[in-house]
């Protein structure tokens, strides 16, 4: 890494770190002061309510990640802008491109981190922290309450045309009790089991005090019955992870649960594939929500560029200009995000466009007044 690189560099991670910090030392005062009373019937010590906010903290980052490197973006270049440190870069044949390499290089990072946090931490934050908030309670209410145990489960494989009817399930093992499964053999014969337990191991299904019966339609309908203290099947397709997405999809018909919903990619695309036969508006939210996902690491870089024509012009600024610019920006592609995706989910636009078209405009946008930057 050259010497300019590694000053650029300096000079843009130590805002940012205090960008970063404000944000989360603000967002964690305002939080805990509304959520407090909750706290106190909850009867959470301090090193509980620090797990709280330690699991909720990625969903945290997603959002003002972006804020704060643009905010820090805006004061770096401001600050060489108005000592002409730009301007002497540029004169010892350094183009304003090169020279903001390094700018490109940690939205790059910040992208990366924004996927994997919306992939892998994200979408379990929030049960998570139910479950903290719930760790108190008597045993009767913990047991209906908790997070992880769901009872009465009906999951429906459409694709393979399987129906599952669950006693109780185990979010976080899962395990399952008093489990029925009814399918369709390739033979048209129907199969039905009853289990008391079973569980998913080394990829296939373990069912124990199974009974099972065989339905054939043809010529004359008739049952086979049997029991068996222990039975494998390897055809089941189904996962836990499948049942999980089904339940978490389930729980999102509230509006304001909806609303709060970050679903990962790899939960959209097995709940589409459990259900090919979904409604046109619903197929059409789903799509939407995924090329969103898809979209959304980028706006790190889309800040990269809408800060560099408002911070690199030469000449002695007010440092304040840069951050009264950078609340515009925010706002403005925010807004234009949230119009793009309503409009998607509506149907007036393709979910591709409405998902792209936010990061395109404001984009392309930078492109051009960076390339006029003189």
Known sequence: MRLLDRYLLRELLVPLAYCLGGFLIFWIAFDLLGDLERFQAARLTAGEVVEYYLVTLPEVLVTIGP?????????????????????????????????????????????????????????????????ILHRRESDTAAESRRARWQRNVAFHNERHRRLWNIGLYDRDTGALWNVNVDWELENG?????????????????????????????????????????RLELVELSETPSQINTELRFASLEGARAAKRARLS????????????????????KLATQFHARL????????????????????????????????????????????????????????????????????????????????
């Open 67 to 131: 804020v704060a490197l643009l905010l820090a973006l805006l004061y770096a270049l401001s600050h060489h802008a108005r000592y002409n440190e730009l301007t002497a870069i540029r004169a010892a044949g350094v183009s304003l491109w090169r020279a903001c390499l390094p700018y490109f290089g940690v939205g790059l990072v910040f992208s990366a981190g924004v996927f994997a946090l919306n992939e892998l931490w994200v979408p379990r934050g929030q049960e998570q922290g139910e479950r």
């Open 189 to 229: 014969m129907r199969r039905r089991i009853a289990a008391r337990y079973g569980i998913y191991t080394n990829g296939a299904w373990v069912f124990y005090g199974v009974r099972q019966l065989f339905f054939t339609p043809q010529p004359e309908p008739r049952w086979e019955t049997g029991e068996t203290n």
């Open 265 to 284: 990619l790899r939960e959209i695309r097995e709940y589409q594939d459990l259900h090919p036969a979904l409604p046109e508006a619903a197929r059409r």
């Open 295 to 374: 979209a959304e690491p980028w706006v790190c870089l889309v800040v990269v560029l809408m800060a560099i024509p408002f911070g690199a012009p030469g000449g002695r600024r007010n440092v304040f200009a840069g951050v009264a610019a950078s609340i515009f920006l925010v706002f403005g592609f925010f807004f234009t995000q949230w119009l793009a995706l309503a409009l998607g989910m509506g149907g007036h636009l393709p979910p591709v466009v409405a998902a792209w078209l936010p990061h395109t405009v404001f984009g392309l946008g930078g492109l051009v007044l960076t390339w006029r930057v003189r």
